[in-house]
Each structure stands twice: as C-alpha cells, then as structure tokens.
C-alpha cells in the first residue's frame, strides 16, 4: 500500500474553500491538477454520493485513464473518491481555522501491481510529490481567485 498525505492553510473561509473544490469540481479539478487531460461526468447533477467521472491523465509522462465516483460526502467538512476498477482513495478534507481553512489531501493506492513492486519506492515519492503539488495548486488558485 503506497500513502500520501500533505495540508496547507489557505487563506478563504471554509465555505468558499469548499465550493472551489466541491461544488466546482468539473471546473476546477484540472486547474489544480495540471495532468488531468480530460475529464468527463458518468453521473449527471453536482457531486453526491454515487457521482461518478471518467478522467485521462498523463503523470510523469504515463497516460491513465480511469473511472472515480464519490464515496463519501460529508457537507463543509470532507469528499472522498475512489477508483471504480483502479484501487485508489482519493480524500479532501477541510478544517476552519478561524476565518481561515486547513485543507488535508490524502492520497492512497491500495496495492501495487506485481510489475510495478520494484520501483514502490520512486512511486512512494512521486505520490508524496503530487499531493504537495495539489494542495500548493489549490492553495494558490483559490488565495488568487477568492481571497481577502
């Protein structure tokens, strides 16, 4: 199992911070994430449990493709996704902190394919490297967009 997880405080109360990610997830999911190429809706309607997505990605020069749905949505406080077929959990949290927001992402792939166990260490720190790439985006896009 391969784990990563990075938090950064952003500037922008919880609420807004929120529905940067959530409520505008379609929009703003590849502005963060550079690698997602395309991103298309399965399911109809804003994220709710069961919301599902297909998405192309190219990291490190590796083009994925993948089906992700919601597994769990707690309003204001959490969104979870994970892979329908691919085994990964995707995981955002937010926390208030005064008139600011603490955003955790965590990011885990439940195991490793056979051919890929030699090189569990290199994807160990390219997994730790992209979460702290996504919360440095987010942090940034929504400071820059939506902050005091």
Do not use: H
Request: overall charge positive; proline content about 7%; some cysteine.
């Amino acid at each position: 199992m391969v784990k990563a997880q990075s938090r950064t405080l952003i500037r922008c109360p919880l609420p807004d911070v929120y529905g940067f990610v959530v409520d505008d997830f379609v929009r703003n999911y590849p502005r963060w994430s550079p690698e997602v190429q395309q991103l298309r809706p399965l399911t109809d309607g804003p994220l709710d449990l069961g919301w599902a997505a297909f998405q192309v990605r190219i990291d490190q020069g590796r083009r994925t493709e993948t089906d992700f749905r919601v597994v769990a949505l707690d309003p204001q406080r959490r969104v979870s996704f994970k892979g329908i077929r691919d085994p990964f959990v995707i995981d955002y949290r937010f926390d208030p902190l005064g008139q600011d927001t603490q955003l955790t992402f965590s990011f885990e792939l439940a195991k490793l394919g056979f051919a890929l166990r030699p090189f569990e260490k290199l994807i160990r720190f390219a997994v730790q490297d992209g979460t702290e790439r996504v919360v440095r985006n987010l942090k940034a896009l929504v400071e820059r967009e939506l902050g005091r």
